[in-house]
């Protein structure tokens, strides 16, 4: 198979604090969620199509990310590594699983193309954010199958 | 002045509840869930409190999107992602599963039924509108395809006279179709939805019909004439600034109040008044008048609402159901007479 961006350009995986080396207020009292802790969540989903992972590739990051704890509303924008890329709603549907099975169902989340980022943004995301589509996408067994595939991480 | 004033909720589903459908008697409420089950629900008799009449599985091998009573409440049709419709009828207390209407390529996502009682409407991430004839013995007969929209159709609703079918589209539009020598055709196309909409419905006479759309407004459209004295439908007036997010599901009682649910977990009643006030914040004036917002019940359901109908012959209740997996009963009191 033809791949569709052949060679793209890798960045380093970041180290990060840790969740448990952050300071927290009092022991009683739960940290907000924070668009760090979202971005720990899905920088290790892997592309599709190549073994590394989305922050590798530089397709998600932490400033690309808003939150809202007291409002229970998250929205992730997403770039994909070229303009064309007809992975991008597989892409966008792996981090709405990754950030349904991890977040408390209170959320709403909104995951977007990052303006610009792709030919077909408007459509990739309608599709993204329409529910039921989603739904359905999710009782597709192939389907899920890719998805889970991406969210094991890249393999050692 | 909020119009909710008691909830009973009703547990049973294992996943979120896309839709609940009042039989025409009002006296039971069928709901169907991403459970891949469907489920009838009674009043258990004076001392009040809802339970489970029956259990209809073992049909649909994915979810069940919406389900639809026929006129006489004997029937029950019910619309799955496994691109079937399945027909179930009550004999007692007993449910069975007398016939199937296979055809859609995929997911059927909303089933009507025409007043009548003749046709059964479906459509389809296929794009498509199915018309189906019932006919005697439980056979239904597709009469018609409807290739129109250009995206998933995502509910279907008839006129209250029968001779017009509204569908409602990821396409933006709202399609209006009617019969015309033995065909149906579109009439007329609605646009004006700067997104999806989800769903549709007529007031009890059929002189206006009120869409909720992902674009989070409702419109409300007029039926007038057009020169040849042809039915003509024209947007009077869009609700806006109410709802955050997506609204999915609305519908208009016989007071003449519209309910909406929403993603935004709320419940929301809104009516014409008589006398339009020169300024209402937040509604538009338009020759249809204005609405305003007669309640809001915030936080109606832990989740996004997916589904709010009125009760009929009961005219302030209303049934609401979301993906929190729960069907509730409101009362809504202080509503026009």
Known sequence: MDLINPEPIIHERKNLKSNTDRTTTSEDQRDAIDPLEIFEHIRDITDPEHPYSLEQLNVVSEDLIDIS???????????PTVQHCSMATLIGLCIRVKLMRVLPSRFKVDILITPGGHSTEEAVNKQLNDKERVAAALE?????QMVNNSLQGPKP | EPVEISAESTHGHTDRVWSVTWSPAGDFLA???????VRIWSEAGPSGGWHCAAVLEDSHSRTVRSCAWSPG??????ASFDATTAIWQREGQEWEQVAVLEGHE?????????????????????????LWESLPGNEFECVDVKQGHSQDVKMVAWHPDGDVLASASYDDTIKLWTESDDEWICAQTLVGHESTVWAVAFNTSGSQMVSCSADTTLRVWNCTSNVDGDPN???????????????????WSHQNVIVTGSGDNAIRCFVQPQQAPSEVPGISLGPGGAFQLLGCKEQAHDADVNCVQWRPHHPSELASCGDDGIIKLWLAHELPD
């Open chain 2, 106 to 130: 995929n997911e059927v996502k909303s089933v009507a039924w025409s007043p009548s009682g003749m046709l059964v409407a479906t459509c389809s991430r296929d794009k498509s509108v199915w």
């Open chain 2, 73 to 78: 409440g004997r029937q029950l049709a019910t």
């Open chain 1, 140 to 144: 597709n067994p192939s389907l899920v």
């Open chain 1, 69 to 79: 704890d007291d409002k229970s509303s998250l929205r992730v924008q997403f770039t």
């Open chain 2, 233 to 251: 439908w024209k947007l009077a007036t869009t609700i806006t600034g109410y709802h955050t997010r997506p609204v999915y599901s609305v519908d």
């Open chain 2, 31 to 37: 709901s169907c869930a991403g459970d891949k089950t």
